[in-house]
């Protein structure tokens, strides 16, 4: 009954939080409706595409998500559940779901552009560059990372197809993966090229994603992990450069049913093991300051990440999903209202681990999202069961597409800063650069330099890249709200809102790197440091130094926008 409790309580404190809290920032900073988006201003059929709501929204969430907020809630959960409860719920009202519309807001305000342009129009230029670069850090350290989990999650130590009772789980989500490409790239040429309408279309799409998920229970495909990273290398910069309506609206649109599937079924779960205790809620309401992944402060707060807040969420907020939002009256459902469901799902995750929680310290799973899997499966049915079974595979993969998916837009994110780094301010695209510059701007050049250096990352399987990623994604959330509030202070807007959750994001990620730094110099001055630790050491000083500047660049912004105020 706890774990009904948990939910239920989650869902109304969040639903008054979009319905309130929500409304109040979109009153606020002025959303109006009849102002042309980016989207329809500039469209271009690549990049700027007005999408439908329901469109956008599937692409948004399914893009924020990932594995993001079944991974960080799970692995906090050594802390309570309590701790985590809270900051999901307060996390994502106040400060997760308040960067992402602020982001989304913004972004749409300056044609679709990224937070270096919003920063530059509060704080300058440099502080412009000195961001672009600290994104792209974060950005390589994103492709490092989902490039290291999906090609374990398809990995097998055979090649080419398997049937029948040979196919093995990754096999299967390797195929069903490739048939929704497959099952994209259809589904865009009927919406945008046959004229069919969504709802029909969305019912071919799900029908498609059905039959997919059949073919590959049955069928599957098998190659290494090294030849696996080559190909989703490819994958995701030929997906990076062609239209939008080609593979990144479709794909994601079709994966969020697999999300929403997965949610309303963890929910049902729930709601049958109160009742009828197929499983117990075992995880502690509170276990104390230090656990095995750190103290509370600042652990909790990095390693719960997209449950909660992530800046990785404000990228996409500033880098796709303004340049496809076709009404700004959609802001607030597609920012806000985007976090706020991942909230929840972090917390459906808590609970899914919680009913194998014991399994879960024991190390018996893989990973989190084995042991999110596993939750929910144990709900329907005892291990070994058919229903077990079905459950387990068919939330792994869920997990998978995900991650995938955000992968495939954070490339697209790379390409977008890339250009921008080496653009003069009256360059519009990389054709109006000139010489060299000319060179580095151009989409495929940002492109295959960002994919190879992801991919090479993400082939070594550095355990330190999962480190570096939390706190450089809580980091870029601490300079996103920052960014944001200089740009409401610079038009006149209400911007207080923000102050709380930008100095405690920055103390809390610049508190992680520090304690990084000391342990890192520490294990070089006794000798015991690997390949990986000089690699952490380096990456983790780089983003410090840039995020402290930019924290000085964004005081003396304020103080200036306080000395205007007074005169």
């Not at 049958?272 to 117990?280: G, M």
């Not at 959609?330 to 806000?336: D, E, P, S, V, W």
């Not at 939330?395 to 995938?404: G, K, N, Q, R």
């Amino acid at each position: 009954m706890t774990a009904l409790l948990i939910i239920v309580e989650a869902i109304i404190l969040l639903f008054l939080g979009y319905v309130f809290y929500g409304s109040w920032l979109a009153k606020q900073w002025g959303i109006d409706p009849t102002k042309k988006t980016p989207a329809v201003e500039k469209e271009d059929g690549v990049d700027y595409v007005a999408a439908k709501p329901a469109v956008l929204m599937g692409h948004h969430f399914s893009s924020i998500a990932g594995a993001g907020p079944i991974n960080g809630p799970i692995q906090a959960s050594v802390f309570g559940w309590l701790p985590v409860f809270l900051w999901c719920v307060i996390g994502g009202i106040f400060f997760g779901g308040l960067q992402d519309f602020g982001s989304l807001f913004a972004s749409i305000r300056h044609d679709g552009k990224s937070v270096g342009e919003i920063i530059k129009d509060s704080m300058g230029s440099r502080a412009k560059k000195l961001f672009i670069i600290f994104a792209l850090l974060v950005l390589i350290l994103v492709i490092a990372s989902f490039v290291n989990v999906v090609a374990g999650t398809f990995k097998s130590d055979t090649f080419g197809f398997t049937t029948g009772d040979a196919v093995t789980g990754n096999e299967t989500t390797a195929i069903i993966s490739l048939l929704f490409i497959i099952l994209a790239i259809i589904y865009g040429i009927l919406t945008n090229k046959l004229g069919v309408k969504t709802l029909p279309a969305t019912i071919i799409g799900i029908a498609g994603i059905v039959l997919s998920v059949v073919i590959g229970l049955n069928v599957g495909f098998a190659m290494s992990r090294t030849a696996w990273i080559v190909v989703i290398g490819i994958y995701i910069a030929v997906a990076s450069l062609v239209p939008v309506w080609i593979l990144l609206q479709p794909r994601d649109y079709l994966s969020s049913f697999l999300l929403y599937f997965m949610m309303a079924l963890a929910v049902v779960g729930i709601i049958v093991t109160a009742f009828t205790h197929q499983a117990t809620f075992a995880i502690p309401a509170v276990t104390g300051w230090t656990t095995k992944i750190g103290t509370l402060f600042p652990a909790l707060f990095i390693t719960v990440a997209c449950g909660a807040c992530s800046g990785f969420h404000s990228l996409i907020s500033t880098g796709t999903s303004s340049k496809q939002i076709d009404n700004e009256k959609n802001a607030k459902a597609i920012g806000y209202g985007s976090m706020l469901i991942e909230s929840a799902l972090g917390i459906v995750s808590l609970i899914a681990v919680g009913m194998v929680y014991q399994k879960y310290l024991d190390g018996e799973f893989g990973s989190p999202s084995a042991a999110f899997a596993a939750g929910i499966g144990i709900m329907f049915g005892n291990e070994g069961s058919g229903q077990y079974k079905t459950i387990y595979a068919l939330l792994t993969l869920a997990v998978s597409v995900f991650a995938l998916t955000s992968l495939d837009t954070g490339t697209r994110l790379s390409r977008f800063m890339f250009s921008e780094l080496f653009l003069k301010e009256d360059e519009a695209t990389w054709k109006d650069a000139k010489g060299v510059r000319m060179l580095l701007a151009h989409p495929l050049f940002g492109t295959s330099i960002m994919v190879i250096i992801g991919c090479v990352l993400g082939g070594l399987s550095l355990s330190q890249i999962w480190g570096l990623f939390g706190a450089a994604n809580q980091l870029l959330a601490g300079i996103a709200l920052l960014a944001v509030a200089a740009w409401l202070g610079e038009v006149g807007k209400n911007n207080k809102m923000f102050f709380i959750p930008t100095v405690f994001m920055l103390t809390a990620t610049l508190t992680s790197l520090v304690m990084t730094i000391f342990k890192k110099f520490a294990a070089i001055g006794k000798g015991e440091a690997m390949w990986g630790d000089y690699f952490q050491l380096v990456f983790a000083l780089a983003m410090a130094v840039l995020a402290v500047i930019l924290v000085v660049e964004g005081v003396q912004t304020f103080a200036k926008q306080a000395k205007a105020k007074k005169k």
